[in-house]
């Protein structure tokens, strides 16, 4: 959409007040609006006045089941990478939807060779949209319109540090009882069977994100016609060029994990979102991407070790992300002195790698891995006074945890906090079982 007058256009839609235009496109326009009520800044994607009447019929119920499928989903997809959509108005006249406002751009100008991201941060943004659009799969949906476009940049500092998908209007619901129609999407980035008008699956999402991130790291489409039939054939035929010769740096893995998600036929693509997450954090994880300005612990691996850990084993991907985003990662010599005895507790830590000795009157009572959680009556005590800590805890090797105070604990999702509610008893059983068998059995034990 090309960004026009700001001053142009209504000063209300429905309850939401407008505060200016933000681009539009060949029927619709996207305004900033205020909601008052939520208190929130949002995006309204409005269809322009008389583009439904000026359009072909055929266009016009198009644009109609376009505006149906996304107001479906309000309040349907809540996904830290995924754009919420919280309201939709069918007008007769001009119909919009209501959607989570995300400040910055889209992907489009990173794909111009002269913008190019880091390598390491275009294969965190696969990930990232990769495990979105498989949150997204199991919902039943299918995007069908995966490009730059629709991918908008999460800024902080002129830095793109995040990303969520958008515009789910072309979207396949796989339980909607309706007819399915064929060649929706942007011809750069679609699979040769939804060019065909085959039925198509999850593999036509990821073969589209495979050519969004083919274009983020070469500073072209993985195609490029002049004509629409040419496109179509090169599409259908032709592999697309190694990306080692299109950029320095890439690595033959890197190009491999790409052009399988670019093959031909679905069944030679990655068999699940899954697959396609974990080949592109493996890059990351093997060292078969360059590391540039990103110098840090990416998302990526933050997320992966959070699913190996024992006391995260029942959190689903939604509230590990939450986890990634919200806690404090932080990393203990050994010989540091996690908690002393007698001090009041205001924080409690999983620990991520590493370990940690306890001691009660200087004797040792236990060894803590990776995997489990130490402190956390500051969060379960009811009262100060049970929060006083009993015992010495010693990191006894370099350690990293991730940790949480009760406050901070407190903004994360109901359901995050019930999974979180739930490993900890599912801790202090395992504890009281231990204390059982050791009073019981102390010569086993021992």
């Known amino acids: 959409m090309n960004a026009p007058d700001s001053l142009s256009g209504p000063q209300q839609i429905g309850k939401y007040r407008v505060i200016r235009k933000l681009g539009e496109g060949a029927t619709s326009e996207v305004f900033l609006c205020r909601d ?12 322009r006045a008389g583009a439904l009447d000026e359009a072909s019929e055929g266009g016009s119920h198009m644009h109609a089941r376009f505006f149906a499928a996304e107001a479906a ?39 111009r060779p002269d913008q190019l991201l880091p390598l390491e941060l275009i294969v965190e943004i696969g990930f990232k949209c990769a495990m979105a659009l498989g949150y997204v799969f199991r919902q039943g949906l299918i995007h069908r319109d995966v490009k730059p476009a629709n991918l908008l940049a ?21 339980a909607a009882d309706t007819t399915q129609v064929f060649r929706v999407g942007s011809l750069a980035y679609m699979s040769p069977e939804q060019l065909d008008g085959s039925a198509v699956s999850a593999q036509a999402d990821i073969y589209s994100l495979g050519a969004v991130l083919y274009h983020l790291i070469a500073g072209r489409a993985p195609f490029e016609a002049p004509q629409q039939s040419v ?6 035929t032709q592999t697309p060029a190694p990306l080692t010769a299109l950029r320095a740096g890439v690595s033959e ?57 024992d006391f995260f084993s029942h959190f689903g991907d939604v509230e590990l992300w939450e986890v990634v985003h919200r806690a404090k990662w932080q990393r203990f010599p050994a010989g ?5 005895c007698g001090e009041e507790g205001d924080s409690f830590h999983i620990i991520a790698t590493g370990g940690v000795e306890v001691f009660r009157d200087s004797v040792r009572v236990a060894q803590l891995g990776a995997g489990t959680s130490v402190g956390e009556m500051a969060y379960l005590a009811p009262s100060p006074e049970l929060r006083l800590h009993s015992t ?55």
């Open 36 to 47: 008052d009520f939520h208190d929130r800044d949002v995006a309204v994607k409005r269809v």
């Open 73 to 111: 989903l309000v309040g349907r997809l809540q996904h830290p990478n995924v754009v919420q959509i919280y309201d939709a108005v069918a007008d007769p006249v001009e119909p919009y939807v209501v959607m989570e406002y995300v400040g910055g751009t889209t992907l489009r100008p990173y794909c």
């Open 154 to 174: 999460v800024m902080h500092n002129n830095t793109v540090t995040d990303v969520k998908i958008s515009d789910f209007g072309s979207v396949l619901n796989l």
């Open 231 to 236: 496109m179509m054939n090169l599409i259908y």
């Open 253 to 309: 893995a890197l190009d491999a994990v790409i052009q399988r998600a670019l093959a031909k036929r679905p069944d030679e693509r990655y068999a699940s979102w899954d697959e396609f997450a974990q080949a592109l954090s493996g890059l990351i994880a093997n060292q078969q991407v360059p590391r540039g300005q990103l110098q840090g612990v990416l998302d990526s691996e933050r997320f992966n070790l959070l699913r190996a850990l």
């Open 336 to 340: 540091y002195a996690l908690y002393k």
């Open 392 to 446: 010495d805890v010693i990191v006894t090797s370099p350690t990293t945890t991730i940790a949480f105070v009760p406050q901070s604990l407190s903004q994360l999702s109901p359901g995050c906090r019930h999974q979180f509610d739930e490993a900890f008893i599912r801790v202090l059983v395992r504890r009281l079982h231990a204390a059982h068998e050791a009073l019981a059995h102390p010569r086993r034990i021992l």
